[in-house]
């Protein structure tokens, strides 16, 4: 248990005595009380799959950068196309260092004269630091709260609440009313399915949060969901899967670096992440199924044919939607094929993988051109 | 028949020279759902205090020590098989082992049901 020095530092969320009165178990995340589970988070993941989950992610770190010439200027740390980035279109991107390793993974949206960048909760004011110290001088939306409604039903739920929303297509966002507040809703998320991502001022978010409750498809759902359907998903999670010693080759995520970007370079840690684009990262993450119904947890080791370890578990846990143990890690390059068998260490206990292509589950976002 | 609970939130339920041993309705409402228990083997020697089981939910693994000492005469099968058990009727259906004890006297110390509610009501 926290003793009371601890509980002093960590903060509440604007709509925590909202968790409280619907039983959500609150636990310290991120340096804020915050909603674990509601009725429990197997039934809380299979909600979110099958219908629409609501989700309180307002610890993350919401940042506006103003200026002149700043789609260049954030493109000096951010390996995206940011230039060539539509009005109303999100990319995800990386914030990097100068030896190429990621300081956080955001979304970057240009929202007319300014981007809006989304960044982690426990990472936000380190970013901020890390900009400030580049000479941007981000604008930090510490008012505003930040909601996600995430599901196959997320649409029918929002779109009478947000008319025009179902417009929206996966990457995109606009400005909206709901429940008479201001809003930034894009169709975005972090659970591999289709869904909103809802910006609003601290002071509206209980009212939102029950008009989208008074609906009969949405339920709460806490972090425990939200940490199992993203593993599903093959996300990765930063503090966990990503961190400063991985560079977004390592981390198989290259996909954050755009075509003019690599030819280009110009960005921080370049010159290491381009080597690395050509010529193969020494360790990658990978996914990974396990026989059996014992999850490997964070920290495991992975072991070789030979019993080296070759790298260790990051991410690992007890799939709900596919009723087995799966994870994610890092393993030496030349045993990222999927397929590939790995031996996995905990606490003192074997453990046979294989190499899983991700996303585990299919994602089922809602992209342009899709009926 | 007598009934003891131990301040990890096992229970311990004792005939004759047998005690039968599983988790509290606490304790398996503060893991959250159970994806997976492993039970020791019979004829296992156990020490009071040792880990003598392994209890998983979606969100972290914990040992169930064993809170007396004596040799494994039977492993629950169904937790195994069906770990939500564990959830569901962790106090019956839901129990871990069944142990010969070895030394009586080592359930002095433990709570009775009533001062255990009390206890862990609190908690």
Redesign the interface.
Known sequence: MADADTLDLIQTLPLDSWHRARGGRMVPFAGYHMPVQYEGIMAEHGWTRESAGLFDVSHMGQLVFRGQGMDAALERLLPGDLIGLKDGRLRYSLLLNEAGGIVDDLMATRRGDHFYLVVNGATKHGDIAAFEAAGLQPEHLAGQALLALQGPRAVEALEPLAPGVAGLTFMQGGAFTIAGADAWISRSGYTGEDGFEISIPASAAETVAEALLSSELVKPIGLGARDSLRLEAGLPLYGHDLDQRTTPVMADVTFAISKRRRAEGGFAGAERILLELENGPVQKRVGFTLEGRQPVREGARILDGEGNEVGRVTSGGFAPSLGRPIGMGYVATTLAAPGTPLTLEQRGKLFPATVAPTPFVPHRYHRKGAA | MSLYFTKEHEWIRVEGDTATVGISEHAQHAL??I??A?APEPGRQLNKGDEAA?V??????SDVYTPVSGEVIEANQAIADE?ALINTDPEGEGWFFKLRLSDPSELDGLMDEARYREWSSKL
Request: net charge negative.
């Open positions: 959250g759902d994806v997976f492993e392994v998983e939910s979606v969100k972290a693994a770990p």
